[in-house]
């Protein structure tokens, strides 16, 4: 059942951003935005880490791959 599930995902994912080109890449962006503001607040590890930039630079390197590709 499980395996059922993930490949249903793996399906419609792609079908789903080929029509949404730019949606991974803006998402990258706004998570890059989110932790520059966040360097100002004292949140504790995930700003003094930078996650959401690593997170986020990573999510919009796939999202033009994938545009790229399609």
């Known amino acids: 059942m499980p ?4 490949n249903n995902l793996l399906d419609k994912i792609p079908e789903f951003l080929v ?4 949606l991974l890449p803006l998402i990258g962006i706004l998570l890059i935005l989110v ?3 966040l ?3 004292p949140v ?3 700003a003094q880490s930078n ?3 690593h997170i986020g630079l990573v999510v919009a390197i796939l999202g033009l ?6």
């Not at 395996?3 to 993930?6: E, K, N, P």
């Not at 029509?19 to 730019?22: A, C, D, E, I, S």
């Not at 791959?65 to 399609?70: D, K, Q, Y």
């Open 19 to 22: 029509h949404r080109k730019g």
């Open 51 to 53: 996650l959401l930039l």
């Open 3 to 6: 395996m059922q599930f993930l």
């Open 35 to 37: 932790n520059l503001v």
């Open 65 to 70: 791959m994938v545009a790229w590709a399609v």
């Open 39 to 41: 360097q100002f607040f």
């Open 44 to 46: 504790g590890w995930v």
